[in-house]
T-cell receptor
Framework: DAGITQSPRHKVTETGTPVTLRCHQT?????MYWYRQDPGHGLRLIHY???????DKGEVSDGYSVSRSKTEDFLLTLESATSSQTSVYFC??????????FGPGTRLTVT | SQKIEQNSEALNIQEGKTATLTCNYT??????LQWYRQDPGRGPVFLLL?????KEKRKERLKVTFDTTLKQSLFHITASQPADSATYLC?????????????FGTGTRLQVTL
């Protein structure tokens, strides 16, 4: 998994609670991404980062925020989790505009 | 709106045959097209990248073609093996600058049987 870890790997939470997912990389890659994967939709980009403190929105950013205070860490926060945010979340990194390296994923269930 | 279509039904083939997977897109002008492999419960793994000015790219038993006129990419696995069984995703990259913002298809599941 190219030095990418995600935590937690599984989480069950209740509607309305805040949730933070962590992505940690050891490759010193500049770019980091958060995707969600749902049946019938494939992988969809939530937010991405092109450097420390530099982030931007992706296709499905509503209800999510991100932060990147260090090169190696990219956090995804669900301010108030909803059932529609039940999904598998993947972090990815890339050094340039080419292939992306994905983490193992976090399975999030919002009840 | 932009749309990427991959065969949603699983592709079942016999070991030793060539598997051909299709990726069609509309309302999109990608600079790059990438193919990834995803095994159950794991993250996607990069396989091949092809640029808009390239017709074909090969890597070992893998071959990708890219036809920007037909708006289609074909992904071939020759001499298929049971270990090739997985879901294969195509992803398009507009290459608009800063970051590589990929748009993924939903994937095609390949099952290679003995």
């Amino acid at each position: 998994d190219a030095g990418i870890t995600q935590s937690p790997r599984h989480k069950v939470t209740e509607t309305g609670t805040p949730v933070t997912l962590r992505c940690h990389q050891t490759e010193n890659h500049r770019y980091m991404y958060w995707y969600r994967q749902d049946p019938g939709h494939g992988l969809r980009l939530i937010h991405y980062s092109y450097g420390v403190k530099d982030t931007d929105k992706g296709e499905v950013s509503d209800g999510y925020s991100v932060s990147r205070s260090k090169t190696e860490d990219f956090l995804l926060t669900l301010e108030s989790a909803t059932s529609s945010q039940t999904s598998v979340y993947f972090c990815a990194t890339t050094q340039g505009s080419y292939e992306q390296y994905f983490g193992p994923g976090t399975r999030l269930t919002v009840t | 709106s932009q749309k990427i279509e991959q065969n949603s039904e699983a592709l079942n083939i016999q070991e030793g045959k060539t598997a051909t997977l299709t990726c069609n897109y509309t309302n999109y002008s990608p600079a790059y097209l990438q193919w990834y492999r995803q095994d159950p419960g794991r993250g996607p793994v990069f396989l091949l990248l092809i640029r808009e000015n390239e017709k074909e790219k090969r890597k070992e038993r893998l071959k990708v073609t890219f036809d920007t006129t037909l708006k289609q990419s074909l992904f071939h696995i020759t001499a298929s093996q049971p270990a090739d069984s997985a879901t294969y995703l195509c992803a398009l990259d507009p290459n608009t600058g800063t970051a590589s913002k990929l748009t993924f298809g939903t994937g095609t599941r390949l099952q290679v049987t003995l």
